[in-house]
């Protein structure tokens, strides 16, 4: 019985510990310069740099909170309502901005380029 317990125990927390809110887990898709061309018309000037300081900014901050949705988990008008709202308060949790203006429109663009993938 002590030892069902035990593996019991010893499984929830293996279980507790993968699943933690502040999961570092990476996105799955890797931006490439067809992304950026993709989006070219809606974001003119956009560069593959910019895309990819989005998808590190998008990795690094809203994991702090709670595991990170796919792109296409949202259209674009969600992204463009959640994002500043989670911007908001990301800087509020680390008591300073540490996502500005530019880096909050780098996470945007880069949910909606990423979002916008053909299936």
């Known amino acids: 019985m002590k030892k069902s317990l035990l593996a019991i125990g010893f499984i929830a927390i293996l279980v507790a510990c993968g ?9 799955e898709a890797m931006p490439s310069q067809s992304d950026v061309d993709r989006v070219a018309s809606k974001f003119p000037g956009y560069t593959l740099e910019e895309l990819n300081d989005g998808k590190k900014l998008f ?3 809203c994991a702090l909170c709670h595991r990170l949705k796919k792109p ?17 308060k990301v800087n509020k949790k680390l008591g300073s ?23």
């Open 19 to 27: 699943t933690a809110k502040n999961s570092t887990a990476k996105v």
């Open 97 to 119: 901005t540490v996502v500005d203006a530019s880096g909050e429109e780098k996470i945007l663009r880069y949910l909606i380029t990423m979002g916008s993938v053909p299936k």
């Open 72 to 88: 296409t988990s949202e259209p674009e008008s969600e992204w463009k309502t959640i994002v500043p709202r989670m911007v908001v």
């Open 59 to 61: 990795e690094a901050n």
